[in-house]
């Protein structure tokens, strides 16, 4: 069974310009929801956004794990419609299991996030 | 080796199909008919280890297999009663090309695929992996060896399928004992003793026979086995006497995948390819076995007017079974090229080509997934009871919903409210985009009130409501209902996108748990966890709560004082815990839907969705005070109720009360005298006023609504509404 944790996250919603040139810590996980939306991991408190009308979220509300490449592959096999992406790092979003998933593909492991309000379901169906 | 047929276990022998092991015992399928043992007619089923419709032919034996014929009446009966089908796990495979079927021309398409740098995936049905469906992607579903496999295809599929032998159609081809010439050469070469065999058409290999020419007239035989056959060589009927007929007619391509995929890229190759042999025109007997059609059948529908193959098929329903044409089809284009002298294509194919259990059509599907709150286990822990709600997960009631009424009424009470929609507008345009949204006077909020609102769709019917809650010139929080917030969101985005607004939104809806905090000790509650001076009603603000960080709402929807925390999703638990804590002498404790809808409703607050319908106007329920239509701004839906406004109301939202505790149900029909004047949309006894209250739709008789009406065959008064402190004095408070 995948057992996923609670996720300290920041989620921003400016202007794409203003997300491209933020300046994010070098651990930093950015996952561009949307081009004008991006889900950091992990949270970034002191995170600076130039568009003054940004919407900065510190969210506690996504559950994650890493997982090797291989387990990725399996949980996309098994219950996934979509292929993962052949160039890494890469990011890549969808329903999984019918629960919406997001993962992010780096060179040697990925990260697999989802809304925590469905933490039990996702465990329970992959 | 042994495996229990109808009970009695019977030996086989390695390498045996289930079809050759009971032959082998001289059992034959009951259903009767022509066997050709390639998987193509539904002559062998029977059901297998529980599952039905199985082809014996296409099944290997095994130790114990259970196998029950019993097919009597055309098909092998279904499980009686309930069945829960075994989960089956579903696989997803991407490739450039796939092929179906591993014949020669299925190896050799195979073989060319891969040498041009294509990634390949074939099935083989020898392997157990059978192709059922093709669908746009194009998509292949096969079924491999107890799982299912959804195969996403880039580039090309390749139908290798081969050709199916046609089957005899005269009197008494049900009758066991007749065979292909290839299922006669496979049982041969299994060993199999056919006793004396009469071939008619082409011979088969490896099988002792005497050949005769001509065309078969009939099947002669007795309990159900054949005895003889009557071949007419082209002047007189001969009969032959024997033990078996093998029958070589000619082949027609096994093309249903193609077909079924012929506005994709799904081609054809080897005898898949080759075009169908077409018999003599059938003169007697059954035509198609599935579906019980023969040629009088046929004659019948002929003779009124279905002269085309698509409406024969529908006509009769000939193709339309569990071999999907495979035996029939050569026959119905041989009777409609003689019938109309034209040869017609074959019918269209469709999934699914095989039967499949439920278990395996399920494969990889899902309801759709509920969501928890923070504060389920909570919940749980507090003996709720669970429903699903607009997506989630809630409480619908901790036991006692009475008790939990009055903790609202005469304490305080506490609600997790964190489903309900959130979301966040801020940009320079914000005020510009949600004059455009909303009917209300956006521009007239001040910074840190709040405002009730109905959103309406370019028809100006009601879709959601919620409140508006100004957090500066540029930013605002809408709150909308928990079943309503991910419409909403992308009703909110598409209006953003399609005008010239710059604004950013950000739905947070599962991002911040919410609790309410409600009833008269409300303020003492919240002064005890923290909120120095109690907010005004409809203000909002910032405020640390039992040390943790709210945006705090005072509202109502429930009639009493009211607060709404917004709050991290990480200190749900800490905020529920710590006010359940801090309010053990004001009486506190949770309540749940079933106290929430019963409150609501004395207050004559609507649920969007219960008591609104689709084309539920502002002024149909009652609630055109929230409309502002010379507020400066054009919003969506405001051509329509120009025009609507302009019309006689013919129906309205309104209250009913009635003398008793007994409740009505939602849908309850309202009467006057013998005339059906409405329906009940929300009702409760109401604890309070003791006394029955409702919502209901009521229609305009002779331009007036009637007030003394018929509910359940008791008097019942339409009221206005709120029913219960009119002047909102305790919201208020």
Redesign the interface.
Known sequence: MLALN?L?TT?I??TPAALDAAAYTKDAVVIRIAP??ALVIPAQPDLTVA?E???V?????WSGVWVSPEKAADI??????W?APAALPAQAQGAV???PTKFYFDTDRVLVVI????????EH?I | MRLIVDGTPIPYQPGDKLLTAMLRNNIHPTGGGCLCTGGDCPHCLATVDGVSYVRTCQVHASPGMIVARDHTAGYPPLPEGNVYPEEV??????CDVAVIGQGESGQAAATTAMAAGKKVITLDVDQGQEAIGIYNGPLVVARANGEMW?I?VKEEVIVATGAAEIHPVAPGNGLAGIYTARAAENLARAGIDLGKVISVGTAPNYVWHEHVSGRIMRFEGTDGKVSSVVVNDGATDQTYACDSVVVGLGFHPRDALRRMGHDLPVRAVGDAARESDIPPCPLAGTVCTCSGIGVEELDYIWDHGFHEMELVKRGTLAGTGTCQGSVCLPHLRSYLQDRGQELQPPFTARPLTRQVTLGEISA?A?????????L?DEHLKAGAQMERFGH?WRPWTYGDWQAEYWAVREAVSIMDVGTLGKI?V???DALPFLEKIYPTDIASIRTGRSRYVLLLDERGFVMDDGLVCKESD??YILSLTSGGSSHSEMWLRDWAASGPY?????N?T???GAINVTGPYTNELLKRAGLEKPMRFMRHGKATIAGVDCHVFRLSFTGETSYELHH???DSVKLWRALLDLGQDLGIKPHGLEALTRLRLEKGHIIIGQDTDLDSTPRRIHHDWMVKMNKGADFIGRQALLRTNAIELDKMLVGFEMDTREEPNEGDTIWVGEEYVGYITSRTYSPILDKSVMLGWLFYQDGELPTDVTIKGRPAKRVDVPFYDKEAARARA
């Open positions: 609670r300290d989620r919603i400016a004008d939306e568009d009308h940004a919407i979220l510190q969210d506690s509300a996309l096999e098994r219950h996934c419609e292929e299991a019918g629960i809304p925590s309000p469905y933490q039990r379901e996702f169906r | 796990a579903s696989r997803n495979l991407h959804y996403h990889g899902h309801h759709h997934a509920m969501a928890e709150s923070a389920h989630w966040v801020s940009g320079p540029t930013r710059d604004v950013r939104i950000i947070q599962m991002s911040l991290p999703l990480k």
